[in-house]
């Protein structure tokens, strides 16, 4: 890979404003293969290693980003003026819930948590982190919901299969 497209594809990642995927690279550089980007994002991914500088490339949420090194996020806080994005009990209870089970309607919801969910729901919708994705085909064809691109983000995972297991949430309980 040149330099030149390494540095091209290191400016798109860094001036998008959600993750870049490799496809969505390949739009732009066209006439260059998906196997060529892979490798220049790879390329790039160890050299910000290497360098341990303040940011790093991750791959998330499908695509890739610049973020700052998690040992640094105490420096960055104190930069920040607002206040990140919190979470009470209930809304984590239901994002888990909607995370594991989507698509999921919201009297499943409801049951898993044994209360009603509507506040926590609404919530989860405003912030971005769960979306409808359709409804179900029962009668009253009630809506279900799931996660976002934007959850994905937040919490650090390149896709749904990175979520921790059961199993292995217990053996964090232990």
Do not use: C
Not at 27 to 32: P, Q, R, Y
Not at 35 to 62: N, P, S, W, Y
Not at 126 to 152: H, M, N, Q, S
């Amino acid at each position: 890979m040149d330099e030149e497209k390494k540095a091209i594809i290191e400016a798109l990642v860094f001036a998008s404003e959600t993750p870049l995927s490799v496809e969505r690279i390949a739009e732009i550089l066209t006439g260059t293969d998906k196997a060529t980007i892979d490798g220049a994002l790879q390329q790039l991914t160890t050299d910000h290693e290497v360098r341990k500088g303040g940011i790093q490339l991750q791959a998330v949420a499908g695509g890739y980003q610049f973020r700052t090194r998690a040992e640094l996020g105490v420096w960055v806080k104190k930069l920040r003026t607002s206040k990140p994005m919190g979470l009470s009990p209930a809304a984590l209870e239901t994002l888990a819930v909607i995370a594991y089970r989507q698509p999921v309607v919201k009297a499943d919801i409801d049951r898993f948590r044994g209360v009603d969910a509507s506040g926590p729901l609404r919530g989860l919708l405003e912030k971005k982190l769960a979306r409808i994705v359709g409804r179900k085909d029962v009668p009253g064809k009630p809506i279900l919901y799931g996660t976002t691109r934007k959850f994905l983000e937040v919490f650090n995972l390149q896709d749904l299969s990175a979520l921790p297991t059961l199993r292995e949430l217990k053996e964090l309980q232990e």
